[in-house]
Structure formats: C-alpha cells, structure tokens
C-alpha cells in the first residue's frame, strides 16, 4: 500500500466511524425525542436528499475542480455543521425540523465528497490494483461499522447519545489532517473552466455524463440495478432494524449497536473470502449475485424473534455486500474514462442515496401500518428480482 492511499484509508476508516455514531445517535434522538417511526425515517431521509437532487451537478464540479482540495472543503464544512447539533440541543434550540436541516447540509458536503474520493483512486494505483484497492476503501467502511456501533455504546453510556455528533465532527477534522498530509497532486485531464464560467460548464459537463450513460448500455445496466435494489433494501436495512429491535425485539440503542458490529464484521469476512477466492470471477457476475443474495439473506427475519437469531441473519446477509460494493466502482474504473469518473460516481451516488432517501420514508410509513417482519418479507423477493438485468444483458455479463 503506498502512503497516499494509506492516508486515504485511515482518514476514511476514521471519518466513516465517525459516520456510524452519527447514524445511531440520528435514529435514537430522533425515537427519544418524538418517539415516531415515521417522523425518524422522515429525518433519516433527509441525510440521503441531497444526492437525489444534486447529484448531477456535483459530480460535475467533482470532474472540473482539484478533487483532494474539494475533499479537504467539504470535511471541513461537516465537521461545523455537525458540531452545531450538539451545541443548539444543549441550547434547547433543537427541533425537529432543525435536525433535519442540518443533517440534510452535512449529506449535501458528502455529495461532493464520495465521488470526489471514488475519483481520485485511479491516479493512487496501477489499473491491476484497482478491485484491490477498491476493496481496502470498502473496509474502511466496513471497519467503521465494526468498531463506530460499540464506540456509540459505550458513549451512550458515558455521555449520552447527543455527544455521538461530537465525536462525529471530530472524526472529519481527522479526516482532513490525514488528506492534507497526502503527497499526490492531482494531473487533471481537462483545463478547469474560468470561475466565472463555473455554472454554464457544470450544466453542460452534467448533460455530457447523460449522454455517456444512454450511449453505454453496461451503464445503463449498472445504474438501473443500484437504483432498484438500493429502493427495496436500504431503507429496512437503515431505519428498520431499529424499528424492529424496538418493536419486535423490545431491545434498545445498545443492542442495535451490538446489531451493526455483526453487520459490520461480515461483510470484512465477505470482503476476505472475495479477495481470496473469487479473483478471478468477472466484476458483472460477482455483482449479478450480490444482488440475488442481498435480498434472498433478509427472507428470515419473518421468523426472527430473539436477538442471537437476528445476529446470525444478520452476519449471513453482510457476507455478500462486498459482492456489491467491491466489483461495482471496479467496473466503473475499467469501463470509464477518468475524465467522466466524476460524474458517473455522481449518478451511482444518485442512485444509492437518492433511492435510499426514498426507500427510508416509505420504510417509516409501512412499518407503522403492517410491521416491519411483513416488511422483510416483501424486500426479499422484490430485491432478489433486481439481479435479472445482470444475467440478461450480454454486454452487461462480459463487461471486465
């Protein structure tokens, strides 16, 4: 590993668990403080907006502007917003629609952010690097899901959950540091437009990655997939195992914690066994049934009733996110032009978080009216459904 992209990832596995405690002291604050399913997978859906709206653009200033100074920026600029929660809450100047303003910016910086670092990989490493690569990167999130969930418990129990945000700002400010202390200086392929035709360069890059993805059918693809299975899954897999722990478990902030380190430790298991035993399996086949498996692992949570249970499904289901995670940005690499790598990140970014905004809401408003097991039950088969078009589409199936 060279010492950019180890900066790289300890500042990413640092501001990710960072991420993690933000995400568990969101939802419990927001169960705490209006005790609603509905209101708190609102709020949470206010965290993945920002790419739903600005996703196009962003990933065109992401092609146009130096990407490690935007990345700098951006840390920066969370690490403040994020520090004002727990400082108007102590206030008593905190509502609801407040939070969710704020946690609707912090994503807004994290648009820009994401595919910026996606980017910037292929000048880190040779192309024979890159699933590698890409793989480390997925473990910093993946350690972050490992270690942030028991760090946010054993906080909850030192400082109580509004203190989760603090330690959260803190994690971008070390994010930063390790950015700043990279050597890389990035070679862009194209001159960067004039300030003051920053606007008009944005909307005209933005509608050429358009053309990009309805020339090239394999994105299309790709893009079709993510946004469909991240609709089904994300928002039970997000804001519904809390729902569920609450509901059906009668378990508290504590065990979801304990929850998300199983999550967490599987898929670093997942990202193991993909990298010493699926090397040589082509990226579109590994994601084909990373999609197959990620809906069909959750169908056991209809019969999930004590904890442990819900710890080994869990586990099981987590194993096969790195078949999704790893050979998808891999694929981008390799089919994409650097040039493009921006604003083809962007509309990924757009169809997780944009589609994870939506799925988050409608989690919320089902789970009050039929249960989140019935819910389980749908996601299952409806995601599972999602990995057809990788089997169907050949220039899809022998993509590199």
């Not at 010493?276 to 579109?284: E, Y």
């Amino acid at each position: 590993m060279n010492r950019d992209l180890r900066l790289l990832w300890l500042g990413q596995t640092i501001s990710q668990m960072g991420d993690a405690v933000f995400e568990i002291g969101l939802l419990w604050l927001m169960l705490e403080i209006t005790g609603s399913a509905t209101l708190t997978g609102l709020v949470a859906m206010s965290a993945y907006l920002p790419a739903l709206l600005f996703a196009l653009p962003a990933g065109s200033l992401v092609d146009q502007l130096n990407r490690r100074r935007l990345m700098l920026t951006t840390d920066v600029l969370r690490a403040a917003l994020v520090m004002l929660i727990p400082l108007l809450y102590h206030m008593d100047s905190l509502p609801v629609l407040g939070l969710g303003a704020l946690t609707f910016s912090v994503a807004m910086c994290s648009t820009l952010f994401n595919p910026a670092r996606d980017a910037l990989l292929p000048s880190l490493v040779p192309t024979t690097q890159l699933r590698r690569a890409n793989s480390l990167i997925q473990t910093s999130w993946q350690l972050a899901l490992l270690f942030g969930p028991a760090l946010g418990a054993w906080l909850i129990r030192l400082v109580g959950v509004i203190h989760l945000f603090t330690v959260d700002a803190v994690s971008y400010l070390a994010s930063f540091l390790f950015m700043w202390r990279m050597r890389h200086r990035e070679v862009h392929p194209e001159k960067r437009p004039d300030m003051r035709d920053t606007l008009r360069s944005t909307l005209r890059s933005a509608l050429e990655g358009l053309r990009l993805m309805h020339k090239d059918r394999r994105l299309r693809v790709l893009l079709l997939i993510t946004a469909a299975d991240n609709l089904f899954i994300m928002g039970p897999a997000t804001v519904g195992i809390p729902i569920f722990i609450r509901d059906e478990l009668g378990g508290g902030a504590q065990q979801y914690a304990l929850i998300m380190t199983a999550f967490a430790l599987g898929m670093l298991i997942g990202t193991f066994l993909l990298n010493t035993f699926a090397r040589k399996l082509r990226n579109s086949r590994l994601l084909a049934w990373g999609i197959v498996l990620d809906g069909l692992t959750f169908l056991p949570m209809l019969w999930t009733h004590r904890l442990p249970m819900m710890y080994a499904v869990i586990l099981v289901h987590s194993l096969v996110i790195p078949w999704i995670t790893i050979p998808r940005p891999t694929l981008v690499h390799l089919i994409v032009e650097p040039k493009y790598h921006g604003r083809v990140f962007a509309l990924i970014n757009l169809c997780v978080t944009g589609l994870t905004a939506l799925s988050l809401g409608l989690t919320g408003l089902l789970a009050d009216w039929i249960g989140m097991p019935r819910i389980y039950a749908g996601i299952a088969i409806a995601a599972a459904l999602c990995g057809i078009p990788c089997w169907l589409v050949r220039e899809f199936r022998q993509a590199p």
